[in-house]
């Protein structure tokens, strides 16, 4: 980084820490009032948000596409605002305490674990998508994941931006213990080599994978009753190593205090299974989420973009 950008990230690591150590309840209501905000003043791609709506829930009236675009940036707000309370997650106990996400069936990967291998996972852009670094220490208050937290990678995509990539990347870390040796923030670019490098490892590789692919060579599937293209390379990357499949949801819990994390099983040996036919299945179980709390997903996200 250049000085004026390494001085732009401490100046914005300053301005965000007494804001990140404030509590959980204020930022949940101040997430409330920056979603109308977003919304309605800085109107933050709303005719995406409703494209996106009226071409998913085409036999929804109206006030059903109003109701859910009005609660969609609710949540918005508040992703937004906890995600910049999790950057104070150095204090573990404190994350703990909060109880923000429980963990669900955590025996499914585990039994994995227990049989030395490694797992694919594939979460989406369901629930806080930016607060699933916390999973080591979300499962002391719920169901423990056996995988070390040196062993929980996640996948991303780098953002242009240095100032933010460097600031979003020790957010998302910051629960982590070891931060000096913790290589689990793996670039997309990277995640072939990184996961070859470490095939003789006990891990969990987490791949967010409903995004639109950032080449046209992603595959072909039906994602909420449209013709979408979709990001393939976890699986790929499973069925050159034989290696399980799970889904990784992530809904609100119903006294709206947080997130439930739950695994479904998708196959036990990718390399056995049709690529694409997995991938449909990944988008059935998200679809299915998506229509129990259709507000809990990125709409403002260009999903379709071939449309």
């Known amino acids: 980084m250049s000085f004026r950008e390494n001085l732009s990230y401490r100046l914005l690591c300053i301005l965000i820490w007494p804001l990140a150590h404030l509590p959980l309840g204020f930022h949940r209501l101040c997430g409330g009032a920056l979603g109308k905000v977003v919304r309605n003043v ?57 109880g923000i996400v429980e963990i669900r069936n955590a025996a499914l990967p585990n039994s994995y674990y227990d049989c030395g291998r490694s797992v694919m996972v594939l979460g989406s852009h369901c629930g806080n998508f930016e607060i699933i670094g916390g999973l080591q220490v979300y499962g002391e208050a719920s169901e423990a994941l056996k995988y070390p937290e040196s062993g929980i990678s996640v996948v991303y995509k780098r953002l242009s931006s240095p100032v933010w990539e460097r600031f979003l990347r020790r ?113 059935r179980l998200l679809e299915e989420d998506i229509r129990k709390q259709p507000w809990n997903y990125l709409w403002s996200h260009r999903r379709w973009k071939n449309l």
Not at 53 to 64: A, G, K, N, T
């Open 171 to 283: 957010n998302r870390t910051a629960p982590i213990l070891d931060k000096e040796h913790y290589d689990g923030m793996v670039e997309s670019r990277d995640a072939l080599r990184y996961v070859l490098r470490r095939r003789d490892d006990r891990c969990m590789y987490i791949f967010i994978t409903d995004q639109y692919p950032y080449s046209s060579a992603g595959l072909d599937v039906d994602f909420m009753g449209l013709p979408s293209k979709t990001m393939s390379g976890g699986v790929a990357i499973a069925r050159k190593l034989h290696l399980p499949v799970v889904y990784m949801g992530m809904g609100r819990r119903p006294d709206d205090r947080g997130y439930a994390i739950e695994f479904k099983p998708l196959c036990d040996d990718a390399s056995l299974t049709d690529e694409s036919a997995l991938m449909q299945k990944y988008y």
């Open 42 to 98: 800085v109107k933050y791609r709303r005719e995406t948000v409703k494209k996106n709506l009226q071409m998913c829930f085409p036999d929804r009236d109206e006030e059903f596409i109003g109701a859910v675009d009005r609660e969609y940036y609710r949540h918005l707000g508040t992703l937004i605002s906890e995600a910049v309370w999790f950057g104070s997650a150095t204090n573990r106990g404190r994350l703990a305490r909060s």
